[in-house]
C-alpha cells in the first residue's frame, strides 16, 4: 500500500520472522480504527453544532453531496474537464521533457550550456508564471495546459538526465567492445537503462500535474475543479467543496496506483530511488 | 609488519581446567519460511574457557553466524542458553563484543575514525579528555593513529577493519566474537591482520571466538576449533590445535601437525573420507 | 582548452532573445517589455525600499509554516519509523491524506479557519507536513541493520541510539524531503497570497497583472525567481555541508 517495504525497526532487529502477526494485527485495525473515529467526530461535531455549520458540514452532508455533484454531472463535469487538462499537459511536457533530457544527457556540451539554465528557472513558483502566462494566452485551456506542460518538463527533464549520467559505463562499454553504432546503443542500452529514472520522474510529474492544473484554474478562474473550489468556497457551499476535495484525493490516489503498476510492469528488472526534483 | 607473538605457555590448558567463561547449553535455533520451519542447529553446547582462542568452522548455511549472534545476545535462540560467567545471555552483555562480518557498514560514516572508536566509549560518562587520550591508544595499537580524523571512506578495507577492532578492544571486553572478519580483504592484509588480532590476544587477557570459513585460518589462530556439521547442525567435533606460540604466519604453516590438521578437517568440510579421526592426538609433532 | 561558461552564455544568450524579441516588436512590449525595461523595475523596486514589506510578508509565513511542517513530520516521522505500532495507527490516515493535492486543501481553510495569517501558515505547513514524513520515515526504516546492531553490542540506549545512530543515518533522506517540501512550500505560500488578503509578493504579482502594471509584474516574478534560487542553493550548501561522509 505505500512506498516502504522494509520491516519497521521494532520487530527486532534480527529477529526471525514471526509465525503469527498478531501483535500488529491489532495496530493495524487500530489505524483504520483511528480514521473511522475522526470521521464519526467529525460528523457529531458538525450535526451537534458544536462548531460553526456554515463552514463544517456534517460528513454524510458531504458523501450526500458527492453522489449528487457526480450524479447530475456538476462535479464529475469539472473533474472531468481538470482530468484532460492535466494529461494533455502531462504528455506534451512529459514528451519534451524526456526527448530533452535525453539530449542533454547524452551530448555533454548540452548539458554543460543548458543545466544552469534549468537549475535557475526550476525553483520559481509556478503560480508566479500564471499570471504573465494570462496576458498571452487569456484563461481558457490553452494557458492552463501550457503551464501544466512547462511545470511537467521540469521535473522529467531532471530525472532523465539524471537517469542518463548515472548510468554504469561499465554498460556503455560493452555496447562499445561489441560495436554498436550510437542510434542503437541509444535506443538499446541508453534508454532502457535510464528507463527507471525516467518512470520515476513521470510518476513525480504526475501529481504535480495535478497540483499545477489546480492552481492554474483557482488563479485564472476559469472552469476546473480548482475554481469550483474557489466559487464554493465564496458561495459558501462546504458541502459541495468537501465533495470536490474528497473525489480529488480519490482522483490522485488512483492516478498514481495506475501509473505505479504501469511502472512495475516496465521496470520489473530494477529498482531504483528516484532523483527528487 | 609480520612478526610472531609471544604467549606465556607454548602449548594451552585443556579447556576443563581453565575457568570456563561461556557455555553454550543445547542450543536449537531455526526460522520459518513460506511457513515451514527450517531448523539451522538443533543441540549446539560448547564449553569455552577463559582466556582462550576458539575457531568456528563449519559448511556455508551450517549456522556459523547465527551461533555466534545468538552468543552475543543480538538474537534469541528458539530453545536452549548461552551462559555467560554463570548468567543466562537475554541481551547483549556488558563486556562481550561483536564484531560484524560487514564491518565497512558497522562503523558510522559521519564520524571520524577517532570518533567512531568514542562510540564505544559514550555513554559511560568520561570526560571528554579522557576519551580523547582513550581512543588515540587504541587507534595506536592498531596502528592507525595517523588517520584518527579521517573518515572510514577515506580508508582501505584492511584499515577499516583495524578501526573496527580498535572500537571494540576500546569497549574493554572480556570476550570478542569475530564473525569471519578477514573473509573480505585481500590475502596480504589477511595475514597482517591476523597477526594484529594474535597480538592483542597475546597481550590481554581476552576470550576470542572467532568464526571463519577459511581452515588454514582457524588452524593458524585457534587454541582449539569446533567444527559444526551439516544442517541441522550440532557440534560434529572439537579439535585442540596443539600447535606452538609464538605463531608466525609462514613457518608455522609449515609445521606437519598444522598440515595434518588443516588436511583432515577440510576433508570433514568435503566430505570426503578421513584416514585418521582427529579426535586421536597425532604422534609427531616435527619441528615443534 | 580554458572551460568557456557556457551555463553564463546560455543565460546571457536568452536575455538577449528576449530583448530583441520584444525590441524588435515581434511580440507586443505591452505584454512583454523587454529586459531593458525590466531591469531599471527591479532596480527601483530593489533601492527604493519597496522590497521590503512584501518579502518580509512572504518570507515570514514561508518560514513559520515550514518550519512547523518540517519539525512535526520529522517527530512523527521518527516515531513512525522505530515503531511498527505508531506506524500503523497512522498509515492509513497518511496514505489517505498524501494524494490529495494541497492546494485543494486552500478554499476549505480559509472557509473554516477565516482568511488571516494563522491560515496560511497552516496551509503552509499542510504542504511542507508530507514530503518530509515519507522521506523520514523512509530514512529511518532504511538505517543500515549492522549499524543498529553495532549499537546493540555497545548497549547503548534507544535514546541514544535514535539520536547517535537513527537521525544520522536517515539524515540524506530526511534532507531530501526537506528539500522537495521547500518548493512546495513557496508554490503554497504565493498561491495563498494570491487567493485571499492584500499582502505579500503573491498579491502583487496578480494585482499588477490585473491592472496591467506589466513591467512592475515580470520584475517581481524575476525577483521571485532570485529568492527561489537563492533558498534553493542556500539549501544545497546546507545539505553538503552536513552531508560531506556521503562522499564514496
Known amino acids: 500500500m505505500t512506498v516502504l517495504n522494509q520491516a519497521p525497526l521494532g520487530d527486532g532487529f534480527l529477529a526471525p520472522p514471526r509465525a503469527t502477526l498478531n501483535p500488529y494485527a491489532i495496530s493495524r485495525a487500530g489505524g483504520w480504527i483511528l480514521v473511522v473515529v475522526a470521521l464519526m467526530v467529525w460528523e457529531l461535531s458538525a450535526r451537534s453544532g458544536l462548531v460553526s ?22 462535479l464529475s463535469g469539472v473533474l472531468l474537464s481538470t482530468l484532460m487538462r492535466m494529461l494533455t499537459g502531462f504528455v506534451i511536457g512529459g514528451a519534451i521533457g524526456v526527448i530533452l533530457g535525453l539530449l542533454i544527457g547524452t551530448i555533454p556540451v548540452l548539458h554543460r550550456l543548458l543545466s544552469p539554465l534549468v537549475e535557475a528557472l526550476r525553483p520559481l513558483p509556478i503560480p508566479a508564471i500564471v499570471p504573465p502566462l494570462i496576458l498571452f494566452l487569456g484563461i481558457d485551456d490553452t494557458l ?24 554504469d559505463s561499465v554498460l556503455m562499454q560493452t555496447a562499445r567492445t561489441f560495436r554498436k553504432g550510437p542510434l542503437y546503443r541509444l535506443f538499446f542500452v541508453t534508454l532502457p537503462a535510464a528507463m527507471p529514472a525516467i518512470l520515476a520522474g513521470l510518476r513525480i510529474s504526475l501529481s504535480l500535474a495535478l497540483v499545477t492544473t489546480i492552481v492554474a484554474e483557482m488563479i485564472a478562474g476559469s472552469g476546473g ?41 516496465l521496470v520489473a528488472w530494477d529498482r531504483r530511488s528516484e532523483v527528487s526534483a | 609488519m609480520l612478526r610472531p607473538v609471544h604467549r606465556d605457555a607454548s602449548v594451552p590448558e585443556p579447556a576443563s581446567e581453565a575457568q570456563t567463561i561461556l557455555s553454550v547449553q543445547d542450543l536449537c535455533h531455526g526460522f520459518t519460511v513460506n511457513g515451514k520451519a527450517v531448523p539451522v542447529f538443533q543441540g549446539v553446547s560448547l564449553d569455552i ?36 560467567e554463570g548468567h543466562p545471555i537475554v541481551a547483549p552483555p556488558e563486556d562481550m563484543v561483536y564484531l560484524f562480518q560487514q564491518y565497512n557498514k558497522s562503523l558510522l560514516p559521519w564520524r571520524s575514525t577517532k570518533a567512531n572508536v568514542g562510540f564505544a566509549l559514550e555513554g559511560r560518562g568520561l570526560s571528554r579528555q579522557e576519551k580523547n587520550e582513550r581512543c588515540l591508544e587504541y587507534l595506536r595499537i592498531v596502528g592507525l593513529a595517523d588517520f584518527a580524523d579521517h573518515f572510514p571512506w577515506q580508508l582501505s578495507g584492511g584499515m577499516q577493519q583495524r578501526v573496527a577492532i580498535a572500537r571494540a578492544l576500546a569497549a574493554n571486553p572480556k570476550v570478542l566474537l569475530m564473525d ?59 579439535v585442540e590445535t596443539g600447535l606452538p606460540r609464538p605463531r608466525d604466519p609462514i613457518s608455522t604453516r609449515e609445521l606437519p601437525r598444522f598440515l595434518k590438521l588443516r588436511h583432515s578437517l577440510l576433508n570433514m568440510l568435503l566430505k570426503r573420507p578421513n584416514e585418521d579421526s582427529p579426535q586421536r592426538p597425532p604422534q609427531d609433532f616435527g619441528h615443534a | ?64 509554516g515550514y518550519c512547523i511542517g518540517c519539525v512535526l513530520a520529522i517527530g512523527l516521522g521518527l516515531a513512525m519509523g522505530i515503531n511498527r505500532h505508531v506506524y500503523n495507527m497512522f498509515e492509513p490516515i497518511v496514505e489517505l491524506l498524501r494524494p490529495l493535492p494541497k492546494p485543494a486543501l486552500v478554499p476549505p481553510l480559509f472557509l473554516f479557519l477565516g482568511i488571516g495569517i494563522a491560515t496560511k501558515i497552516t496551509i503552509v505547513a499542510l504542504a511542507a507536513f508530507f514530503p518530509v514524513l515519507i522521506n523520514t520515515v523512509q530514512g529511518v526504516r532504511s538505517v543500515d541493520p549492522v549499524l543498529l546492531n553495532t549499537a546493540r553490542t555497545f548497549r547503548r540506549s534507544m535514546p541514544a541510539t535514535m539520536i547517535y545512530v537513527i537521525l544520522p543515518a536517515a539524515l540524506p533522506m530526511i534532507v531530501t524531503g ?37 513591467t512592475d509584474m515580470l520584475a517581481w516574478v524575476f525577483i521571485l525567481g532570485v529568492i527561489g ?3 534553493n542553493g542556500a539549501f544545497e550548501t546546507l545539505e553538503r555541508m552536513s552531508l560531506h561522509w556521503r562522499s564514496k
Open chain 1, 53 to 74: 455549520s456554515q463552514s463544517w458540514p456534517p460528513f454524510t452532508d458531504v458523501l450526500k453531496a458527492t453522489a449528487e455533484g457526480l450524479y447530475s454531472g456538476e
Open chain 1, 144 to 167: 492552463k495546459v501550457f503551464v501544466v506542460s512547462l511545470a511537467v518538463v521540469f521535473p522529467v527533464l531532471i530525472n532523465t538526465t539524471g537517469g542518463i549520467r548515472n548510468i
Open chain 1, 225 to 265: 475543479v480548482g475554481y469550483f473550489l474557489i466559487v464554493t468556497q465564496y458561495g459558501m457551499q462546504p458541502a459541495k467543496m468537501y465533495a470536490a476535495i474528497l473525489c480529488l484525493a480519490a482522483l490522485g490516489y488512483l492516478l498514481n496506483r495506475g501509473f505505479v503498476l504501469v511502472e512495475d510492469r
Open chain 2, 49 to 84: 574457557a577463559q582466556g582462550e582462542f576458539l575457531g568456528v568452522l563449519g559448511p556455508s548455511g551450517c549456522g556459523k553466524s547465527t551461533l555466534l549472534q545468538i552468543i552475543a545476545g543480538l538474537l534469541p535462540s528458539v530453545s536452549g542458553r548461552v551462559m555467560f
Open chain 2, 180 to 238: 569471519e572478519p578477514f573473509s573480505a580483504v585481500d590475502a596480504l592484509t589477511r595475514l597482517e591482520l591476523q597477526t594484529l588480532v594474535l597480538d592483542v590476544w597475546a597481550k590481554s587477557k581476552l576470550t576470542i571466538v572467532m568464526v571463519t570459513h577459511d581452515v588454514d585460518e582457524a588452524v593458524f589462530m585457534a587454541d582449539r576449533i569446533a567444527m559444526l556439521g551439516e544442517r541441522p547442525s550440532s557440534v560434529a567435533t572439537v
Open chain 3, 1 to 64: 582548452m580554458r572551460k568557456f561558461p557556457l551555463g553564463l552564455a546560455s543565460c546571457v544568450a536568452v536575455l538577449a532573445i528576449w530583448q530583441i524579441v520584444s525590441g524588435m516588436k515581434w511580440v507586443n512590449p505591452a505584454l512583454l517589455p523587454p529586459p531593458s525595461r525590466v531591469g531599471p523595475a527591479v532596480w527601483d523596486i530593489l533601492t527604493t525600499g519597496s522590497i521590503i514589506d512584501p518579502l518580509k510578508q512572504t518570507l515570514s509565513l514561508l518560514a513559520a
Open chain 3, 178 to 214: 526537506m528539500r522537495v517540501s521547500l518548493g512546495l512550500s513557496l508554490t503554497l505560500v504565493i498561491l495563498a497570497e494570491m487567493l485571499v488578503g492584500s499582502t505579500g509578493i503573491g498579491f502583487l504579482i496578480l494585482d499588477m497583472q490585473r491592472s496591467f502594471a506589466v
Open chain 3, 229 to 231: 534560487v537563492v533558498l
